[in-house]
């Protein structure tokens, strides 16, 4: 089902930049500008697990070079005593201190390991996070991070979160997502921890029920 989820989130961004255009505003990304590929971006479990097919299906050495990636930023957040606050990150429901985590982790300047030469090298599959990442603001303040002056393009509505809640079992325990950090560490339990298929009427009736309240 994710490439419809994908297309949906694709098509409200789409909506979201057309009206902020018409309302005067310039939208700033642009190719060649990635300072938000170096924030910490939440996966959902199913693009979690689609993300790992699509680096097993890599050619030897791509595949190679993006798990060594994946490796080193990971010994780096471990070096820095992230990592735990990290591992908490999913399940903390405390915004400030999230806030203060993400900042901590782009001060790090871990790139994402899917960013070649300022670029997405997985755009057709990023994930739908990245997809609602917009902005209007002045670039200056995505590659200084300066969270205050950073002005995201308005969504009427946002995709991820729904998907996030429809890939958690528990939700108490469990969010539905993963820091893509974690993609690789986190591989064995991602694949174990598949929900029984259901029918794809099924997966559409509940996403609709939620994204249209
Ligand atoms: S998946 Fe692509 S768009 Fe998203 S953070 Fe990584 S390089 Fe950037």
Redesign the pocket.
């Known amino acids: 089902m994710l490439p419809l989820f994908q297309n949906i989130t694709d098509k409200v961004v789409d909506i979201a930049a057309t009206e902020a255009s018409e309302q005067g505003e310039r939208i700033s990304c642009r190719s060649g500008c990635?300072a938000?590929?170096s924030q910490l971006?939440p996966v959902s479990k199913a693009e979690a697990v689609s993300l790992l097919k699509l680096i097993e299906s890599m050619p030897g050495a791509r595949r190679s070079e993006i798990e060594a990636r994946f490796e080193k930023n990971m010994v780096v957040l471990e070096e820095a005593g992230l990592l735990e606050a990290l591992e908490h990150a999913a399940l903390d429901h405390d915004k400030e201190r999230l806030r203060a985590i993400g900042l901590d982790y782009f001060r790090l300047d871990l790139p994402?390991p899917?960013?070649q030469d300022h670029s997405?090298s997985?755009?057709p599959h990023?994930?739908l996070s990245?997809r609602e990442f917009l902005v209007v603001s002045d670039p200056l303040y995505c590659a200084d991070l300066d969270p205050g002056h950073v002005k995201n393009v308005a969504l009427p509505k946002t995709v991820s979160p729904i998907i996030y809640e429809m890939c958690s079992g528990d939700r108490s325990r469990d969010r539905g997502f993963i820091p893509?950090v974690q993609l690789l560490a986190d591989a064995e339990s991602l694949l174990a921890g598949q929900p029984d298929p259901a029918p794809a009427v099924a997966w559409v009736r509940r996403f609709f029920k939620r994204l249209c309240g």
Do not use: K
Request: aromatic share 8%; net charge positive; with cysteine.
């Open positions: 990635s938000c590929c971006v994402c899917f960013l997405c997985i755009h990023r994930p990245c893509l």
